[in-house]
């Protein structure tokens, strides 16, 4: 039997992993002018319509639209001006029949007026009578109260990531305050005798911790808090350790696995001694990354966490932890993994061999030719971090493919 | 003439302003762990190589590749085990003729050995003798030193937005501070005597506060840190200490104008008063956002720094923010204007018309429809705050085109 029919695919993987996880987690108050990038926790009402006030789009002089009909430059209507509405006033006159109120944009319809006819439509003859040279409909260069929005509407649905438009939105109506899911807290344990933190002085045979850096930086961007809990040696009694203090304090926990085989399996084994379920998938059919565990713990008293066991190689690490970490952080906030993802639409310079039934991820290189944006494929191996570092972006090539071919047009995800 | 021959492109009004604006913000020290998203000040040099001495690539034995010529698993070769190479040390042992050493994934080459062997092509036959039953070439499985950098080379270029991959690569290269340009501090000014803060009680003829709440997160996004200095009414006196507070303490000024003409010349007359070169572009060939200010201002002893006046309706502010904020404030960490724009293609589900000679924004909602995702243009007033929040993207008619036509595909640039 091939071994990739014996791996799981990432999708339904994640699938097993999420229905595993039960709990959103709590909300919590945070100011407005703070939640740029929360994610909302409850939908949100409009306390009242907006805009509270019919107002002019224009500058010009509030009327009733049925006195200027017939009106046009060579037979004028003759209007008596009542006044002039105040910016960030209400008018304290009416609007008579044949007679208007000058008006600035923004300004409040005096009541009795319906429309309003542009200053470059008007004349001024006296000092309280206007020449209107164009009629105007019922409702014209007026936005009517309530047009953007009526009291009591849904305007923010619940498990919405708040954009600077969602913010101006909160803010137009007055809420200071927003209820948000709390930032899910992500352990990150690096494993592996060799592993040195990255103060240190290099020695022989040893590495630094890049891991914990560029997964901390993904927790981050993907609305996370992450917890840096070191490096842990490849010993049972250690690792386990590590990973209940990780289950008690936080919400999910990573752990990057000492890079042989024996070090992985150790993860494996912690990871089902800690709590139920365990395990749940050991092994997905991807490149690079294959060595990936994920699996749900749940301590006594505790709903289940998701813990995540990524390969120790820096790039298989950070494909991984984009197909699996970040959408469990997602999902802990209560949204669903990416719709959209952004991408960019380029030309492959060259050809991608790739084995069927596998799904391959190759960190690609932009750069605009004549006819668009052409990827250059960044080879290298997926122990070198700086693979990654020349790349703009990442495509995948589909497991019923046996690779993609030159000037082929593939969809780029960006790195951020 | 037409209107928007008067008019200044956006291209070229934007690129007016950088021409007037000299310096470049001065670096800063951060944690490299703090430097998410921050720009780099200066190239990066590699202070050492990567890896800095031969690894393994599997677990397996490292061997002479040239004692494993010929061997397959009918005619094995036999070979001394000399040792076992532990994770995280340096062998204290060669790799003579005919000699191997166990090794493990990320182990390091013991001196005389140059290929590994992968464990499933070998088998134990003694406790110090291994049958290899495959040969390898020279450098097989292996990691050479300096395959992923060399030691002095240049792994980040001035300039660069810090990723999750490039803080990854310093913790590789024991980087543990690096030298970022400060954030530009940008001043953020909303005036007119209509406008109210966000937690005062709504009063008639009066609106809340949107433009502040919006521009502070646009500004966040793209690296500045924002500085709200609150409303001021329509008063040149005020306006003018307002904004000459904000010349003195801040590297760039956002002006939010009252809605009315005369509002928005009080902002220019403002900005003239206060220093050299003064306002650049008074109006830009955009819509919405036709009334634009571009200005530099010079305090005595200061270097021109950039002030920007927006029309006060939320969504043409938005937008022209997105044009020339956004653009200013990633020139002031060193960064040119966006390479790509995460950006989706759909399928427009409507007419667009627009006006030949004006470049039009319109906002647009995505769907995913039978075949790809559907652009679906929002209509609402640039006054209504929610046609933003409704929408997942915009999507630019340039000034050539009388419109997009349903069903053309358009290239969406995605809110974030």
């Known amino acids: 039997m091939p071994e990739f029919l014996r791996l799981q695919p990432p999708k339904e993987a994640l699938d097993l992993l999420l229905t595993h996880l039960e709990d959103r987690l709590q909300a919590e108050l945070v100011e407005t002018d703070q939640a740029l990038g929360r994610i909302t926790a409850a939908k949100i ?74 200053l470059e439509h008007t004349q001024l003859v006296q000092a309280h009578e206007v020449e209107i040279l164009r009629s105007v409909a019922e409702g014209e260069n007026v936005l009517q109260a309530g047009e953007d929005v009526v009291i009591g509407q849904e305007v923010i649905p619940k498990g919405t990531i708040l954009r600077p438009a969602e913010i101006g ?5 007055g809420i200071t305050q927003v209820k948000v899911r709390r930032k899910p807290r992500v352990a990150i344990i690096s494993t592996g005798d060799e592993i040195l933190p990255i103060g240190a002085s290099l020695e022989p045979g040893k590495v630094r911790d890049v891991n914990t850096y560029t997964l901390s930086a993904l927790v981050k961007r993907a609305g996370g808090e992450a917890v840096s809990l070191g490096i842990v040696p490849d010993l049972v009694e250690a690792l386990e350790l590590k990973v209940y203090q990780a289950l008690q304090t936080c919400d999910m926990v990573v752990i990057t696995a000492g890079s042989s085989a024996s070090a992985r399996d150790l993860t494996a084994q912690v990871i089902n001694q800690l709590g139920k379920p365990g395990v749940l998938v050991h092994g997905v059919n991807v490149r690079p990354g294959k060595p990936t565990i994920l699996a749900a713990c749940a301590l006594p008293g505790q709903p289940a966490k998701a813990v995540i066991g990524l390969p120790g190689n820096p790039v298989s690490a950070f494909v991984i932890a ?72 990442l495509v995948c090539i589909p497991p019923d493919a046996t690779g993609l071919g030159i000037g082929e047009m593939v969809e780029v995800i960006l790195l951020e």
Chains 1, 2 share one sequence.
């Open 45 to 118: 009402l409009a306390p009242h319509s907006l805009p509270t006030f019919a107002r002019s789009t224009v500058d010009g002089y509030a009327v009733r639209a049925a006195d200027t009909y017939g009106a046009s430059e060579s037979l004028p209507a003759y209007i008596k001006v009542a006044g002039e509405v105040l910016m960030g006033m209400a008018p304290e006159f009416q609007v008579e029949k044949s007679a208007c109120a000058l008006i600035h944009t923004g300004g409040m319809l005096p009541e009795g007026s319906d429309a309003v006819v542009m």
């Open 169 to 173: 939105g909160l803010a137009a109506l």
């Open 322 to 393: 984009g197909l699996f970490v970040v959408p469990v952080v997602k999902a802990l906030q209560g949204i669903s993994a990416d719709q959209y993802k952004p991408t960019v639409k380029a030309c492959l310079t060259l050809n991608l061999p790739s084995e069927s039934g596998r799904e391959d991820w190759v960190p690609v290189r932009l750069s605009l030719g004549s006819s668009g944006w052409e990827a250059e494929p960044v080879f290298g191996k997926s122990n070198l971090i700086f693979t990654l570092s020349r790349a703009d972006g």
